[in-house]
């Protein structure tokens, strides 16, 4: 095929911090261009733009300005980068982090245009963990009443999830939901802008919104948690659309932002974890893919339906259509290193680290490399972002055991370490124990340049790691998705064939050190174990509330 015949797509996936582009060539997945724009706003969790009204504990909001900058800035750009003409593009995809979920009006305007001095106005962030009192009303009432959905979450949905946030929002600003004519995933909203009509994806739907077996926990349901919640779901959408489908065309007000033909194919709306199966070619059953950054995602299809307790959910089609998918996850992964190298390092490491020319992530590690397992004398658990599998309560939070006054800075950081990946092996024994096989472990995202802690994850793990082959998986996985909309492969499957990039056990464990991890672990679990009442912890959280209020 000459140059000029060729054909590309463009994924978009928007992260925590920021918005990236690709162009993709059609026929086997190449990334020819890229470009990243960082949100002006960042996470918003303190206070809010402009107004600076104080936001309260554990909130965390997004800027859907920021959203549609990344279009402006990042498409035009990555299309220069590639030095692809925009003719030859056929289609756009993207993914967003899930659930991060706006009150818009009828016609898509999001409320905080109209009411930005007001917090509930806001898009509020996957991470937002303020509505956990309403996740706790939701599962209590669920459980009490067996509602038939609840085991397909693990028997707990989370507090980042639709219905927890939006009876916040009911609750704590009930003119506002009143307002709210919509309530819609970041997801679904972007589509709407590129393509001018308003979709419903089945993944975030299937996964976020309790959407099961057609349909959403009943009004009854709803009417007992808040009689004025009875109609919450007539603000979502029933109608749902399949995965790697068409979503609309792109809108001549989407063209002139982005700089790509008016009319090419949208697909319909997606996740960030869930798309990047697809970009490392792993969407048969039993290949688990751990999206790790800020916060690790475990995603896998199987063709079987079991409950396992504590994951995120299954849903029929939520990865690729035809099977089912699971998802379990970490709330907070990188983000607990970067907590650690902000807060907890003294100066001198930053000096040293800067003479050797390295950032502090990459000093730690070189000295963390340096000692034996179990040298350290510590055991963590990683819960500085709560946990979300497979306890699925937010208000749990980190623990370092065994410091000593020798303990230095680099021991914490490899506890930290070994604790997410002692946090992941935990995931995948609950999913075999639970008759769903994990018979290949799949790793993608922004952790992967560290070398050390994929090798301890291999370790503790006691398995090989496979690699995906981009450092864009999510946009990667998006431009695939764009490819099926746009008819050129029949599938994702088959699109991610020949498009997505994995390597096979690049990482192996070591006996001896698998050997060492094996106790360390156990006494991982006692931890676990012994934390996951919350009693303890929970009180704390109670009195930092009180305190802080
Ligand atoms: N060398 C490193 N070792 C361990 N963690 C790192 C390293 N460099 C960055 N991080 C962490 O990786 C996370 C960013 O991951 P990335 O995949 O780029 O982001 P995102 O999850 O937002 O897509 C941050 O939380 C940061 O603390
Ligand atoms: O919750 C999900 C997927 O369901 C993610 O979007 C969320 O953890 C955010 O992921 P990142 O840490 O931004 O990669």
New binding site residues.
Partial sequence: MSANSERYVIGVDY??LSGRAVVVRVSDGEEVGGAVHEYAHRVIEEALPGSGVRLGPDWALQSPADWIDVLRHTVPKALAAAQVPAEQVVGIGTD????TILPVTADGHPLCERFPERPHAWPKL??HHAAQPHADRINALAAERGEPWLPRYGGKISS?WQFAKGLQLLEEDPELYGLADRWIEAADWIIWQLAGVETRNVCTAG??GIFQDGAYPSEEFLAALNPGFAGFAGKLGTDLAPLGGLAGRLTARAAEWTGLPEGIAVAVGN????VTAAAADAVRPGQMVA?M???T?HVMCSDRLAEVPGM?GVVQDGIVPGLWGY?A?Q?AVGDIFAWFVDNCVPASYAERAAEAGLGLHEYLTSLAAGQKVGQHGLVALDWHGGNRSVLVDHTLSGVVVGQTLATRPEDVYRALIEATAYGARTIVETFEAAGVPVEEFVVA?GLLKNRFLMQIYADVLRRPLSVIGSDQGPALGSAIHAAVAAGAYPDITAAAAAMGKRDAAVYAPDKERADAYDRLYAEYRRLHDHFADGDLLHRLRAIRNEASA
């Fill in positions: 992260g925590t967003f982090t899930a659930c996957w991470k980042e996964y976020k996740v960030d974890a869930h999206i950054g800020t916060s995602c995120c998802e996850g709330s995202g």
